[in-house]
């Protein structure tokens, strides 16, 4: 008997026998797991699990290593690492403060054993990743190619330890005081001067020291700042930006900065777009989706096939988004197609984009995990991974179609326009 509306069932997949063989296949793997990597699946436990998730931030050096040691050993081990800030002294570290560490994804792993689970070491050590798996506020650390280019071009500083590059080093800092500190980097801003808290560093120093060292042309506020980094390639993406002001709804500044974000389609109803993974198509799947998404009430505009050239600019895009990927790799598979979809519906309201944009965020995320937990029943667990990314919102939605089909948008827009009017 079919599922209700917007609901899924097993039989709209595979059979009772095809589902029970799955079943004791992903049993076996997981057992398999829990003997090789039982800290993967302690993880998953409730409570106590972010005592041995790859995702924690926080993290305390093993109490064999001093912090020369330490260095020394990522060396040894060739991670692909960087000092964010603040290492200057090192390798002596002030009480009460920490090291910040940017470490390549694919080096987490390798470097588990360096520290404890529990505090037995005053040595404090804040990890992020590459992309959101070690994440700040929900969000990336910084954009991933941001990431990989600060891991790229990483300088050696006293035959200690690698930090960024002195442009890089002022770019980071910058982005951290501007995205993650806000108003408490005590950088002034032309918006609201009763914004103004007190530093725990002192920012505004420390970046007009840097830039005149640097020789670069740039006022040392929060609007300036946000500004030259735009300008630069080293701001957040879309998603990113509602990710903090989620983190952070206390941050007037932030909430601004998303609200002037460019809204130009946003009065003319919802756009979408979904990257679908090519097994769903291979496997027959895609039927399914599109139903689902027309149960969802979404209506189907387009059904594009991604070529080479357009499947490398979707990867990038999804690299630079925080996909909510959980403890899975990044490991999207081949992207074969994109999916266009309108609720036209749903009006959004631009004066109340911030509550609106979250709303949406959570609509496209619900419905990507629906689909993606259910095809990944038929698939065995070490191969799991998302098979389905979509957009935020109308404005992202616009700005992938851009970026994919730079000669081609304007034939979406009329598209759409033509199928609103035989709605009409």
Not at 122 to 136: E, F, G
Not at 363 to 381: F, G, T, W, Y
């Amino acid at each position: 008997m079919p599922g209700q509306k917007g609901t899924l069932e097993k039989s709209d997949f595979k059979s009772s026998s095809s589902s029970m063989k799955y079943s004791l296949i992903n049993g076996f793997y997981g057992l398999k797991e829990f003997l090789t990597r039982p800290d993967h699946v302690l993880s998953q436990l409730p409570f106590c699990g972010k005592y041995f998730s790859m995702s924690r931030v926080k993290r305390y050096i093993n109490k064999r290593f001093s912090i020369d040691t330490f260095f020394r050993e990522l060396s040894q081990r060739e991670i692909r690492y960087v000092v964010l800030r603040w290492f200057e002294d090192l390798p002596f570290v002030e009480k009460g403060e920490d090291i910040d560490l940017l470490i390549h994804d694919d080096d987490l792993e390798k470097v588990k054993d360096l520290f404890s689970t529990i505090r037995k070491n005053p040595r404090i050590v804040d990890i992020y990743s590459v992309t959101a798996i070690c994440s700040y506020g929900g969000a990336p650390y910084y954009p991933p190619s941001v990431a990989e280019d600060i891991l790229r071009e990483r300088v050696l500083w006293k035959n200690l330890c690698y930090v960024p590059n002195p442009e890089h080093y002022f770019l980071s800092l910058a982005y951290h005081a501007v995205y993650h500190k806000h108003e408490k980097s005590g950088l002034s801003t032309s918006k609201n001067r009763s914004l103004y808290q007190a530093p725990d560093h002192p920012y505004a120093e420390i970046l007009t020291a840097m830039a005149k060292k640097l020789d670069l042309n740039v006022t040392i506020s929060l609007d300036d700042l946000h500004i030259y980094l735009v300008n630069n390639g080293w701001s957040p993406t879309p998603r990113m930006l509602k990710e903090l002001a989620v983190a952070f709804p206390e941050s007037l500044w932030l909430k601004s900065v998303l609200e002037s974000q460019n809204m130009d389609y946003l009065s003319e109803g919802e756009v979408s777009c979904f990257f679908i993974d090519e097994w769903l198509t291979r496997n027959n799947k895609l039927p399914f989706i599109l139903k689902l998404f027309q149960e969802k009430g979404l209506n189907i505009i387009a059904i594009m096939d991604l070529g080479q050239q357009e499947r490398t600019k979707a990867l990038t895009l999804i690299k630079n988004q925080n996909w909510r990927l959980n403890h899975f790799p990044f490991n999207p598979g081949v992207l074969s197609k994109i999916i266009i979809t309108e609720d036209e519906k749903r009006k959004v309201n631009t004066e109340s984009f911030m509550s609106q944009s979250l709303h949406l965020i959570a609509k496209n995320v619900l419905l990507e995990e629906q689909i993606n937990k259910s095809l990944r029943q038929e698939i065995i667990r070490t191969n799991w991974r998302h098979f389905v990314y979509g957009s935020d919102n109308p404005s992202q939605a616009w700005q992938f179609i851009k970026f994919l089909y730079p000669d081609k948008s304007d034939e979406i827009k009329a598209m759409v326009q033509t199928f609103r009017c035989k709605q009409k």
